[in-house]
C-alpha cells in the first residue's frame, strides 16, 4: 500500500509538473513552417498548420482563439472628392521644405497637419496664402504624411519622403 501511493505520488507530481512548463512556453508553437518579418512600417507573422480559428464578440469582450493574435489596425480610405480646384506638394522628395500650393480664391477655414508615419500629429498650421512653404529641416529621413482639412472635412493627403 505505501509502494502504490508513492507511485500515485509521484504520477500526480509529474503531470502537474509538466502542466506547469506547458504553461511557461505558452508563447511557443510547434507547426510545420513559419516565420516572422518585420521593416520600419510592418511587420508579418506567419504559420502553417492552424486546424482551427474562431472569434467570439460580446457585449464587451472579445476572445480571439488561435496562433496569432494580432492587433489590427484598421485605416479608412476616402472617397475622391472633385473638388473644383488643385492641391499641389512639391518637390518630393523633399530635403529642406516643400511647396504647399492651393489654386483656390478664398482659403477659409483651410489648414494643413503634419503626421509621420506611426500618426503622430507633428505639426499644423491654417494656410493663407495659395503657397505655403512648409520646413522639413529638423525631421529626420522618413515617410510623412500632410492632410490638407478644410471646415473639419479632409480634402486630400499627400505621402511626402524626406531624404
Known amino acids: 500500500m505505501k ?4 507511485i500515485l505520488y509521484f504520477i500526480c507530481s509529474f503531470f502537474i509538473t509538466s ?7 505558452a508563447q511557443n508553437i510547434v507547426s510545420t513552417a513559419g516565420d ?3 521593416n520600419n ?3 508579418l507573422s506567419w504559420t502553417v498548420g492552424e486546424v482551427t480559428i474562431e472569434t467570439l464578440s460580446g457585449t464587451s469582450n472579445i476572445l480571439t482563439q ?4 494580432t492587433n489590427l489596425i484598421a485605416t479608412a480610405i476616402n472617397e475622391i472628392l472633385d473638388l473644383g480646384f488643385e492641391i499641389k506638394a512639391y518637390p518630393n522628395p523633399t530635403q529642406d521644405y516643400l511647396i504647399l500650393k492651393i489654386s483656390k480664391d478664398k482659403l477659409n477655414g483651410m489648414q494643413y497637419k503634419l ?4 500618426g503622430k500629429l507633428l505639426h499644423h498650421k491654417l494656410i493663407e496664402e495659395s503657397e ?10 522618413s515617410t510623412y504624411l500632410i492632410k490638407v482639412i478644410e471646415m473639419n472635412k479632409e480634402l ?3 505621402m511626402i519622403v524626406k531624404q
Open 3 to 6: 509502494y502504490s501511493s508513492s
Open 19 to 25: 502542466s506547469f512548463t506547458e504553461i511557461l512556453k
Open 41 to 43: 512600417t510592418a511587420q
Open 156 to 158: 486630400k493627403t499627400f
Open 115 to 118: 503626421y509621420d508615419m506611426q
Open 66 to 69: 488561435g496562433f496569432h493574435q
Open 132 to 141: 505655403t512653404e512648409i520646413s522639413f529641416k529638423d525631421l529626420v529621413p
Open 36 to 38: 516572422h518579418f518585420k
